[in-house]
């Protein structure tokens, strides 16, 4: 049963898109998405971490007893996530420091142990790196979207630079709701307009 | 025999994960430790309003902060002085703490030599939520601090009123949208501990400063 690289990609970023196909991952597209610059680097150490937890799961397949899988896949992730964040911290301070707990709890993020458990624990280590990866380029789109309407209509700004009119901030969208409202909106663009593919599949 | 295998191999894979976690750790952990240092010396230098370069080395740091910074243990707390070139004292800095909304903020706040103003406030640590309550970070909001004037008060209880909006009272900056927790947090935890600062000036005046040796 093997599945095209192509295929195993576009269900990744899009078909079977972790944010709005799965539902997957929205506490930290709810908690990180206010700027961009933040959600960026936690996209870039999802990406790692996604893509090398795979890897290494599907290497280890043939020998992990089938009752302690979900241990030594939280074991594998979070040993990764820990080498992520002694680099970020060795490498990039500013950056570490302004992402806080977030790179952490990069650990408990459900896409990643989603991938792991769903796919690279039953497949070569070649499919599962292409997995993991668009898997999390499709949650990284999705919340740079988000991102990019949060922080213009909170903050005024786009990474930092300050739009050139000015307008009445939407407070709310810098907060909690407006994570809420923009990724209902997202989740509901995104279905309408994949919806005949879904209907063509089907038949 | 399936239990002594799969006992087997969480030990074996929690092995290799810890070393590669600890091999990682201790190849990085020099760095991330001078990183650290560097950092709480540049802001040590930042709220003692010494200047220095961004771009400036961990070594170029640690030789500008022997230089003009002395600190003394006073009580339970630490006191800092900057010096000019003759050796006396410019300004104090005093670390200050408070709770924030998910956890403690720390931070440094200098006074000039007479205590009748704020001249800097920088904080060190905190775990407030980026974007909204870290925004305290932001040079704006911190340098809205900047010569507020401690012989007055905001109001018989405070010395320092972050609230936006009330345009015309005294010692009064704005807070942070969305972070109102983290804005009255930082508001208290600088009123008790500028009354704490003030109610010692005398001591702290007396400080014979000359004695001690360079930091």
Redesign the interface.
């Known amino acids: 049963m093997a599945i095209s690289t192509k295929k195993i990609a576009l269900d990744g970023v899009w078909y079977n898109n972790p944010i709005f196909r799965q539902v997957l991952g929205i506490c930290s597209t709810l908690a990180?998405t206010?700027?961009v610059t933040?959600t960026a680097v936690m996209c870039i150490g999802l990406i790692y971490t996604n893509a090398v937890s795979c890897v290494t799961a599907s290497a280890?397949r043939s020998?992990?007893?089938f009752?302690?899988r979900i241990?030594?896949s939280t074991?594998?992730i979070?040993?990764y996530v820990?080498?992520l964040q002694?680099?970020l911290?060795?490498?990039l301070?500013d950056i570490s420091?302004?992402?806080?707990?977030?790179v952490g709890l990069i650990i408990t993020n459900c896409i990643v142990l989603g991938r792991v458990e769903a796919f690279a624990m039953q497949n070569k280590p070649v499919p599962a790196l292409v997995d993991g990866v668009s898997s999390a380029v499709g949650y990284s789109l999705v919340l740079l979207i988000i991102a990019l309407f949060r922080e213009a209509l909170g903050f005024g700004t786009i990474a930092g630079i300050s739009l050139p009119f000015d307008f009445t901030?939407w407070?709310i969208m810098?907060?909690a709701p407006g994570a809420f409202f923009m990724l209902a909106i997202v989740v509901w663009i995104a279905r309408w307009w994949g919806m005949t593919t879904e209907e063509t599949t089907k038949k | 025999m399936s239990f002594i295998r799969n006992i087997a191999f969480i030990f074996v894979i929690a092995f290799l994960f810890a070393g590669l976690t600890s091999g990682v750790n201790m190849a990085l952990s020099k760095r991330i430790e001078l990183n650290e240092q560097t950092r709480l010396s540049k802001q040590l230098l930042e709220v003692l309003g010494i200047p220095f370069s961004s771009e400036l080395s961990p070594e170029g740091v640690q030789a500008l902060e022997s230089k003009y910074v002395k600190s003394i243990k006073f009580g339970p707390m630490a006191i800092y002085a900057s010096f000019d070139d003759k050796g006396l004292v410019q300004r104090y800095a005093f670390p200050i703490t408070g709770k924030g909304l998910w956890g403690s903020i720390q931070g440094l706040m200098s006074l000039d030599k007479d205590f009748s103003k704020i001249d800097g406030l920088i904080f060190t640590s905190h775990v407030e939520t980026p974007g909204l309550g870290a925004r305290i970070d932001e040079k704006w909001f911190r340098d809205q601090f900047r010569g507020l004037d401690l012989t007055r008060k905001a109001s018989p209880e405070r010395y320092v009123l972050v609230q936006s909006g009330a345009k015309d009272a005294a010692n009064r900056v704005d807070s942070i949208t969305g972070a109102t927790i983290t804005s009255t947090a930082v508001e208290k935890m600088l009123n008790r501990d500028i009354q704490r600062i003030l109610t010692e000036k005398d001591k702290i005046r007396g400080i014979d400063w000359q004695s001690l040796p360079k930091k």
Request: aromatic letters at 8%; glycine letters at 2%; a positive charge.
């Open positions: 990180v206010n700027v933040n280890l020998v992990t007893p009752r302690l241990i030594s074991l594998i979070a040993a820990i080498v002694n680099f911290m060795a490498y301070p420091s302004q992402l806080g707990p977030y901030r407070t810098v907060m």
